[in-house]
């Protein structure tokens, strides 16, 4: 079990995974209007919901990311700002602890931006004052799980591809009322879609997966902005464990709040050899 986890640990910290306006007018944010949420069609909405997080401006988010596979469960968490107008987020991203309850490896810092993934305290013979850039493109899940944690205008641009969703009711969430929708969005379609950087992402994605369906239950607010957005993934692994299940889950909340994220200089980023896990 110690010796899958660090696999995984391994996987995130090198870069390399085994590892969505308005929710309708304004007049129906609540009465018999919102209880007939229902009658509408949800597809369309969904694969609007980037534009709307867009108008928002920025969030903070809390992302987590469970991998399950040969009976053992893992989970890697992370917490940071995003900015939906310039595309810019910054995550702390922590690994899971080891069976003694300690962690291996310091909290790895992510800068995520169109096409690219910043990360520091990498490891691996990196310099601890060094950026390690990753083409996100490159990638053979597209970033989706690869940094242990999804980009949240990434995961919303996947929305674009909804093909198919129901709505399954009211529900508060953090003290908020949400509408909850469940259904199923293509890669490839969403990836057409997609703006310059994250359209790279998502073709790749669609190739690297398991199946390029991917199922997700999506929270949206009266205003229609993602709160809570959930992907379940499925990479084809090797002989011994199968396909392995990710369950990738996206909180943003506190639409507004200053996210100043800085991309690193030239000089700043790694350009050694990184040492292999």
Known sequence: MTQQRRGWRGAVAAGVAVCLGCLCASGCSG???ADDARSF??????REAGRTLEEAGTSKATTSMEMATGGTRVTIRGQGVYDYGRRLGRLK??????PAGTNEHRP?????AP???FMKNRGAGVPADKWVRVDT????????????????FTAAALLRGTRTAVYLG???????????????????????????????????AAKGFASAEVPFDVYLDDQGRIRKIQHRFGFVGGADTGTVAVASTTLLYDFGVAADVRL?????????RIAEH
Do not use: C, W
Not at 41 to 46: E, F, I, N, R
Not at 93 to 98: E, G, I, Y
Not at 264 to 272: E, L, M, N, Q, T
């Open 264 to 272: 690193p200089a030239s000089k700043d980023i790694y350009a050694g």
């Open 93 to 98: 991203v922590t690994l899971p602890q080891d």
């Open 137 to 152: 493109a490159g990638l053979s899940d597209g970033n989706l799980v690869t940094g242990g944690a999804t980009d949240p």
């Open 115 to 117: 096409g690219a993934l």
């Open 41 to 46: 069609d949800p597809v369309p909405l969904l």
């Open 170 to 204: 009211h529900t508060e969430l953090a003290g908020t009322e949400v509408r909850h929708y469940r259904g199923t969005a293509d890669l490839r379609f969403a990836a057409k879609g997609a703006p310059p950087g994250v359209r790279e992402s998502l073709a790749a």
């Open 31 to 33: 009465g018999a209007a």
């Open 108 to 112: 790895i810092i992510e800068l995520l």
